[in-house]
């Protein structure tokens, strides 16, 4: 956010994995309108519980449609989700000697593989459907090690406790990270689109103007481009 | 390039939840130090159960009854105008329930520890519980009140679960130190969090240090 | 007056002991307590001051009632105007000893009580120590002192001389006579010195595993004969040497040592140890005076 | 559907971790209860400076400390033979270092309130200073070991962050209960979430409450 | 033999005080420690016992030295073979009379001389309780009982009879005295009764500010100091009557008053608060045994 001298001002909550874009998002769109915007950063389930409770957010961005879903059927979105991009899956290293592949998964030399917990990151749930696909779940489960968010999945693997791990390709792609450690993306048909959604949270407080502005910057051409360059894909 | 308002925040929720611990647990462990009840093993067992749950899903169950959606939350926002989710009310209430035993338990181990004879003399003397509680028996267990206020304290300052759920880490308003530090590491900006967590550690280092300091002189005073 | 008619039991050497009390005690007097270890003295003083809950029975005081099972009355210790000086002190270990003494004071009490008392204990360069550095005896005469500067209508002590050495011990005797007389305090005392007892004490209750078994005024009481003539006092035999047909008791009085000749026929009755009581019919004391 | 060995597993972290600390607190306690170092104000504080930081972001140092590419984590992989990333010894010792100043400052608190004339008789009776802490000072201050090893052990029960980070939610190796909990609340499961707190919540208290009633029956035993 | 050669600053009611100790005491003699309090009796057990560390000097005990400042020689409390009853007893709460009894006992030494001694403090039927239910007096023999039990060479005993009625006193007296033939054991005994010390011991050392300032056999300091052949008390002039040419002072000794004429001439310089001895040339004093 910064400071453009006028009182308007959104509260954005955001899943953990969108924590990249939305600051490049957040900066142009404030650019565009001079409408502030505060980012909660957390856990799409943190963001869920808390939403429902009367939290003051005006947009939830999420990793996923199960959480916006959930909002909406409980009343409290304006309208149902709607996609804004789909998440790319990438395997990810900081060891040297490792060149990152599939095949290299069942080797012996390596003990740990991160993913982010299945049940409730979708990029986690990505992972075990090509996981299976190439039939290996069952030969490296054992070296599984789950984060809780995709954000604790990168330190296992920023870390180097675990020597491989999957995560989404726009971490890969932050300006912080791009030198770091190497990484494949794994084919989008191996896995079902992760698709992200958004919803407007309808509360007496809301900042209806604004938010929906917020809204609909994010399936703008501007956004799309922000969206593309930390490696989501956009219907276009 | 650092935000000091986490820090500060940090600080003053540790200090009023632990002014607040402090009027809250001395009438309690007085009462569970001196209780012959049956009820006495339930409530020191209760004092101790916040600690069981993750902080998260204990933020979670605070959320809930907080939130004015729920009978509880409504009660207090209508007859006490206070709302307790998303505010700083709301993280020092969570905080004070969460770190109750760190006060409690210490309190209560030093005053039973006090010779009876002690107590019995103030009594003797007309003066009355309080005035013994306060005057003769709590300055008598400097020692016991200090690990309680250092625990709370610490506790308070590194609490983060309990704290994100119920405060929803609002900048400048719910957002304290953890939760930044915690946001930067999650960020993966290792480099801030260092910075931050330095920061946090050297001021509380001070903190506690000075207090065991000042403690120890004192303790020598008396000869000890 | 004070009328204690209680019973408690009490967890003794030999089982369960009960603590049966009907006494009645004179305002005014100073009562001294008398009996073996455990016989329960010091659980009467706790009985009556509030701090050990008799079983049932009455405690009436002035004509007010303190305690009665029936009536289910039961005054805690704050509200009975008593001092108590405990067989371990209880001085607060976070109070110097002007502030032990200050604390004390009731509300509206003159200041001017404690600094008399400090001086008469002798404890003015002390008075701004802290209780865990004085000695054993220096802590029993802060907690005498502190006792006194309440000002209590009863004075309760729990062998307040026993840790004193001869001198302080008989100025503080002394101290003990003239405040329970000054003020007119009735004063209960646990004594095991038989001197102190004769000197200091109106009545003496002998307690024997929880029951009164004699009481009476200390001459009675402790003096098989009732002695005629004026001049008497106690003392203690240090050694018993035969010479010739008579015996040569040494006797310790005070600090002075008196031989005395004893005959044949007493001597059996006597050893080493045995308090007495030395006595005389005639007598032309001269006086000296002592410098100082 | 319940999965028991998350609550398994929890148990046997808490009940390893307070033993593993009573082990090393007694020791360190006796050594604070009696010195007069300089240094004794700084250990002081340092014990109690895991607790500043916020559960998951002490988890990440401890991560990259016990790292097989770190020095440290090396070395213990090497020397020892343990792993302690993602693995059982690794959460127990990561609970130890978090949980330390729930043990020691309780004990530390009790052993200096102890007259010092016990400790006196019995080295004037030959006791070395070992037999005196084990057979004199330490049953006499049951109370303070109370606190500590209910503070510790409750503590550890609803560790999280910590043992989440360090752990990596490994079923039946590293998922404590504490982590099923906060997974069902996170995946919207409230259901499964209330059932198994319920559980965790009701074996504490059980476990707890005997604790309380054992001592309670004991001081009652001493006449206290 | 112990010498005692030792310096220790302590924090005294006035001020720092030096306690300065140079004394040769013989093995297997009862050595008593006398004066006021504060003088620094307490201090002069803890300093032999190691508990007290001096500033300098030595201490040498049967050929063996504990401690010398300068050769930082400093035997623990615990290597130094002493028994040590507390003023405070320091009994252990969480022991039965017995397990504190057994406690004390060293290494394969016979159970049997712990239930001769509970015994012998008549404290059988307690043994299975816990020192907190206990009366003063019942802790004090357990104390005694305690530092007995592992049988030392030297003990140290810190006014363990204060607390006790005169028959158990008395008993225990006699069994300090045995015990300490029997064992051969050199013992220090602080005490403030002067009959006490008369009876138990050999040696007398009288404690002033930290300083000796005497010593000797307790006849020769006791006895022949105070005695000249007459009897004398210090009293207190109460009240001084003319009659006719003589004046009578009435004079309060103990307890008794004493009426004495006095001449003119002497009556100038005595006035009614006036200390004052009375003594007498032509005496002659009855015993009576006193019962308790
Ligand atoms: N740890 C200490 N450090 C410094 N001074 C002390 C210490 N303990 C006691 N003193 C002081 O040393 C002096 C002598 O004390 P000590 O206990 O030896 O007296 P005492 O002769 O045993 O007296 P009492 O008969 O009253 O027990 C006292 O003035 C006391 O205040
Ligand atoms: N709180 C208590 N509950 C039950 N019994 C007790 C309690 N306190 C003391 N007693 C017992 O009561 C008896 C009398 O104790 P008390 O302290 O009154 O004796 P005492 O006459 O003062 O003896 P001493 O001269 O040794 O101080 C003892 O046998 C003691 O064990
Ligand atoms: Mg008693
Ligand atoms: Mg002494």
Redesign the interface.
Known sequence: CNNHGTSEKI?IATA?NM??AIEDLVKAFTKETGIQC?L???????L???IK?????DVFISADT??PN?IFKSGLAKNPPKIYAYGKLVLWTMTENIVPSISILNDDSI??I?IA?P??APYGKAAISVLNHYKLLDKIEGK??????I??T???I?????ELGFTSLS?VL?P??KEKGTWIELENHLYKPIAQSVVQIAHEKVNANSSKKFYDFLFSKKAKEILKNFGYSVDE | MIDWSPLLLTFELAAVTTIILLVISIPLSAWLANSKSRLKPVIETLVSMPLVLPPTVLGFYFLMAFSPNNAFGEWINEWLGIKLVFSFPGLVVASVLYSLPFMVHPIQCGLSGLPISIKEAAYVMGKSKLTTLFRVQLPNIKPALLTGIVLSFAHTVGEFGVVLMIGGNIPGKTKVASIAIYDEVEALNYGTANVYSMILFAITFCILLAVYLVNGKHLKKLGR | MIVLNIDKKLLAADGEMNLGLNLTLEKGQLITLYGESGAGKTSTLRLLSGLMRPDHGKIIVNGKTWFDSDKKIYLPPQKRNIGFVFQDYALFPNMTVLENLEFALGKGQDKKNVSDLIEIIELGTLQHRKPETLSGGQKQRVALARALAERPDILLLDEPLAALDAKIRLKLQDYIQRTHREFGLTTILISHDIGEIIKLSDHVIFLEKGNIIRQGNPDELFINSNISGKFKFTGEILKIEQQEIVYIATVLIQNSVVKVIVQDSEVQDLHVGNKVVVATKAFNPILYKIEG
Not at chain 1, 53 to 57: D, Q, R, S, V
Not at chain 1, 158 to 162: K, M, P, R, T
């Open positions: 509260t953990a924590r990249y505060d909660v950063i957390s856990s799409s389930g943190t869920t519980a808390q409770e009367g939290a003051p957010y199960k959480y959930d003990d740990h991160a917990n049940k409730i599984l090690v789950y984060g809780e968010s954000s604790q990168n330190q296992f920023l870390s180097a406790s675990a971490v932050a912080e990270l």
